[in-house]
T-cell receptor, first 115, second 112 residues
Framework: KAGVTQTPRYLIKTRGQQVTLSCSPI?????VSWYQQTPGQGLQFLFEYFSETQRNKGNFPGRFSGRQFSNSRSEMNVSTLELGDSALYLC??????????????FGPGTRLTVL | QKEVEQDPGPLSVPEGAIVSLNCTYS??????FMWYRQYSRKGPELLMYTYSSGNKEDGRFTAQVDKSSKYISLFIRDSQPSDSATYLCAMSALQGAQKLVFGQGTRLTINP
């Protein structure tokens, strides 16, 4: 079974631009979560979608948004990029309606660099 | 002060050594404790998952939780070069993964 895929794997943008990242969950998984990983802050939860609805949101500004499609694929968008948005963005999928650590699988991430 | 503190390392040890990785935390409500392994250019994968205090063993890996000291550890016995990765601790008060608080990760290198 194919794992979680994320595209693109690497991205370079400049301040003020906006970016869209894509995540395809494992087949049959309906829950998708997004995380930001930086050396200073570590891994932080952004938001989670289940059946096209955002169910949980972390403590990030409104510039960070996401959506989920009927096929469970998800996108996240960051508008008006700042230098501090440079990070590895990870997507994780889960087959259950509750995202539990032992049934959650991470993708390889998208490395975003903001210049 | 961060809720979860983890020494970022890097930590470098010879093959076969016993490795000890540690995290401290400040929130006494935490009761679910995890260790993740993250290889370069990969996402984290769950290694150990424990509830409350005590020890859990899985092959060469042992996780320990000391809630009285707010301290968790991961021991790797007979370390192998393939264990070279970044190890992240994570914990939460509730069972849901969206509530996890992660440590910064410790970069570990096992030298042949």
């Amino acid at each position: 079974k194919a794992g979680v895929t994320q595209t693109p794997r690497y991205l370079i943008k400049t301040r003020g631009q906006q970016v869209t990242l894509s995540c395809s969950p494992i087949s049959g998984h309906r829950s998708v979560s997004w995380y930001q990983q930086t050396p200073g802050q570590g891994l932080q939860f952004l938001f989670e979608y289940f059946s096209e609805t955002q169910r949980n949101k972390g403590n990030f500004p409104g510039r960070f948004s996401g959506r989920q499609f009927s096929n469970s694929r998800s996108e996240m968008n960051v508008s008006t990029l700042e230098l501090g948005d440079s990070a590895l963005y990870l997507c994780a999928s889960s087959p259950r309606d509750r995202i539990l650590p032992d049934t959650q699988y991470f993708g390889p991430g998208t490395r975003l660099t903001v210049l | 002060q961060k809720e979860v503190e983890q020494d970022p390392g890097p930590l470098s040890v010879p093959e076969g050594a016993i490795v000890s990785l540690n995290c401290t935390y400040s929130n006494s409500a935490f009761q679910y404790f995890m260790w993740y392994r993250q290889y370069s250019r990969k996402g984290p994968e769950l290694l150990m998952y424990t509830y409350s205090s005590g020890n859990k063993e899985d092959g060469r890996f042992t996780a320990q939780v000391d809630k009285s000291s707010k301290y968790i550890s991961l021991f790797i016995r007979d370390s192998q070069p393939s264990d070279s990765a970044t190890y992240l601790c994570a914990m939460s008060a509730l069972q849901g993964a969206q509530k996890l608080v992660f440590g910064q990760g410790t970069r570990l290198t096992i030298n042949p």
